[in-house]
């Protein structure tokens, strides 16, 4: 069973950066294909990024699109979202996920079975 513990979050200013972290225990992770989604107050979560388990194949929702960049370190077990040219917009908790589809970088949280707990991600004006 693999477990998920993001790392990384905090307060940043507009146009600023960030590198979010997901370490993950356990057998494996290198199996999975794994994905960022991020929930601001009062909105229902929105799918990130996802990356397979090769990293041959990635994925982005439009809004990040050429901000953001997922990547992921097998051997260190850690998937990771570089988050450049924040936005307000981009303010939530961001939670990473683990997808047993080793070949599907997807965009439905329903694909996930393995979830972390989030960390804040506060983006000022």
């Known amino acids: 069973q693999v477990q998920l513990v993001e790392s990384g979050g905090g307060l940043v200013q507009a146009g600023g950066s960030l590198r979010l972290s997901c370490a993950a225990s356990?057998?494996?992770?290198?199996?999975?294909?794994m994905g960022w989604f991020r929930q601001a107050p009062g909105k229902e979560r929105e799918f990130v990024a996802a990356i397979t388990s090769n990293s041959r194949l990635t994925s982005y929702a439009d809004s990040v699109k050429g901000r953001f960049t997922i990547s992921r370190d097998d051997a260190k077990n850690t998937v990771y979202l570089q988050m450049n040219s924040l936005k307000t917009e981009d303010t939530g908790v961001y939670s990473c996920?683990?997808?047993?589809?080793?070949?599907?970088?997807?965009?439905?949280?329903?694909?996930?079975?393995?979830w972390g707990q989030g960390t804040q991600v506060t983006v000022s004006s």
């Open positions: 356990g057998r494996l992770f290198s199996s999975y294909s």
């Open positions: 996920a683990a997808n047993p589809n080793s070949y599907y970088a997807a965009r439905s949280p329903t694909y996930y079975v393995l």
